[in-house]
T-cell receptor, first 117, second 114 residues
Framework: DAGVIQSPRHEVTEMGQEVTLRCKPI?????LFWYRQTMMRGLELLIY????????DSGMPEDRFSAKMPNASFSTLKIQPSEPRDSAVYFC???????????????FGQGTRLTVV | SQQGEEDPQALSIQEGENATMNCSYK?????LQWYRQNSGRGLVHLIL?????REKHSGRLRVTLDTSKKSSSLLITASRAADTASYFC??????????????FGKGTKLSVKP
């Protein structure tokens, strides 16, 4: 397996534009996470899917952010409209689990570096 | 809010020395995991320790867990310049039943000087 695949790797967009980030989890993994990483706030969990169902979206900053997982092999994170403060590295991760009430290791993609100007 | 908090925030040592990083957390856990992140890359899983375990080894890594103090430590022995990276602990946030997610701390930035 090629691992978790994210696209694009880099995105530069103007304020107000719509941004869509994409993620292909590892085949067979049933849990998927979207994280945002900044120097100031560290690694923040945005949303967690289990079996394609959003379980916890309490980390989604506001209504401008939305995430979908239409099937087990694809997820999107959309920001509309984008703002300069959304500039960050966005990571997608997938995992087998939960099993017996907890996860095993999570596998991360390489991330999408988003710059909103 | 973050479940795990690493300490120290930054650590600088010489090659060959040991590096110790600590993690404290707030709620009951099923397991605690340590990850490594090289600059500009995604996180890579290093080791997982379950709540009924007290110590675990993997190569030059040694992890301890004290559930009574809600703390864990990661020891890297005989450090190398290639160990330079940020290290994160992660815990599972439980929702009851079999569902949960992974919450990360802010990490310890380790610099190993040759």
């Amino acid at each position: 397996d090629a691992g978790v695949i994210q696209s694009p790797r880099h995105e530069v967009t103007e304020m107000g534009q719509e941004v869509t980030l994409r993620c292909k989890p590892i085949s067979g993994h049933n849990s998927l996470f979207w994280y945002r990483q900044t120097m100031m706030r560290g690694l923040e969990l945005l949303i967690y899917f289990n079996n394609n169902v959003p379980i916890d979206d309490s980390g989604m900053p506001e209504d401008r952010f939305s995430a979908k997982m239409p099937n087990a092999s694809f997820s999107t994170l959309k920001i509309q409209p984008s703002e300069p403060r959304d500039s960050a590295v966005y990571f997608c991760a997938s995992s087998l689990g939960p099993g017996q009430g907890a996860f095993t290791e999570a596998f991360f993609g390489q991330g999408t570096r988003l710059t909103v100007v | 809010s973050q479940q795990g908090e690493e300490d120290p925030q930054a650590l600088s040592i010489q090659e060959g020395e040991n590096a110790t990083m600590n993690c404290s957390y707030k709620t009951s856990i099923n397991n605690l995991q340590w990850y490594r992140q090289n600059s500009g890359r995604g996180l890579v899983h290093l080791i997982l320790i379950r709540s009924n375990e007290r110590e675990k080894h993997s190569g030059r890594l040694r992890v301890t867990l004290d559930t009574s103090k809600k703390s864990s430590s990661l020891l890297i022995t005989a450090s190398r310049a290639a160990d330079t990276a940020s290290y994160f602990c992660a815990t599972v946030k439980n929702y009851g039943g079999s569902q949960g997610n992974l919450i990360f701390g802010k990490g310890t930035k380790l610099s190993v000087k040759p």
